[in-house]
């Protein structure tokens, strides 16, 4: 069966840093990307990025470039979001979800179970 | 990246018919076949329900069928069940080599 299993849920502080973690299982990691999903009541699904773990390549949002980065150790077949800094703004729940990594496969046929992540003072 | 437009509510009842809207410009739905659409029940992930703008996956109930004119892209649902009611949101492939979502729609079952 094919999943995408996500970290559990995080709270944070303003100012602290976070990684969170997505792993799949049942297929080849390397035969898919890796796309990564915010999800707000205020905003709905907003795309944030993907990788390929094949080679690490990745492309960002415009609106998340330099706010998060993605990566991948296909080492662990494991793929991340992180934050350096986080703010009261990143309060979300994130899902990984993959992507067949050929130029015409457009469209997220898996995803993880999401993962909350909550910044408060 | 302008998030694509969708209706904020559907209503029908049990076995009617309803379509859902998504509009978007020529860089994105107009541009590409590459439309597709994701159901989400409350308190869970997103589900794959049409992807390429009219093609169910497998699993997918045929009740579910997606089309495009233009700059809008619709799905629609017949026979509509009590199953159906969840937020649906559109995608799609842009331009500038990224994807964007929709607004999402709240479909109820009467």
């Known amino acids: 069966e094919v999943q995408l299993v996500q970290s559990g849920a995080e709270v944070k502080k303003p100012g602290a840093s976070l990684k969170i973690s997505c792993k799949p299982s049942?297929?080849?990691?390397?035969?898919?990307?890796i796309v990564w999903v915010r999800q707000t009541p205020g905003k709905g699904l907003e795309w944030m990025g993907t990788?390929?773990?094949?080679?690490?390549?990745?492309r960002y949002s415009p609106s998340f470039q330099g706010q998060v980065t993605i990566s991948a150790d296909k080492s662990i077949s494991t793929a991340y979001l992180q934050w350096s800094s986080l703010k009261a703004s990143d309060t979300a729940l994130y899902y990984c979800?993959?992507?067949?990594?050929?130029?015409?496969?457009?469209?997220?046929?898996?995803w993880g179970q999401g993962t909350l992540v909550t910044v408060s003072s | 990246q302008s998030a694509l437009t969708q209706p904020a509510s559907v209503s029908g009842s049990p076995g009617q018919s309803i379509t859902i809207s998504c509009t978007g410009t020529?860089?994105?739905?107009?541009?590409?076949?590459?439309v597709s659409w994701y159901q989400q029940h409350p308190g869970k992930a997103p589900k794959l329900m049409i992807y390429?703008?009219?093609n169910r996956p497998s699993g997918v109930s045929n009740r579910f069928s997606g089309s495009k004119s233009g700059n809008t892209a619709s799905l629609a649902i017949s026979g509509l069940q009590a199953e159906d009611e969840a937020d649906y949101y559109c995608?799609?492939?842009?331009?500038?080599?990224?994807?964007?979502f929709g607004t999402g729609t709240k479909v109820t079952v009467l």
């Open positions: 979800a993959r992507r067949w990594v050929g130029p015409s496969y457009n469209w997220f046929d898996t």
């Open positions: 049942g297929y080849s990691f390397t035969s898919y990307c």
């Open positions: 990788i390929y773990p094949g080679d690490s390549d990745t």
């Open positions: 020529s860089s994105d739905v107009g541009g590409y076949n590459y």
């Open positions: 390429d703008v009219s």
């Open positions: 995608s799609s492939y842009t331009s500038s080599s990224t994807y964007v």
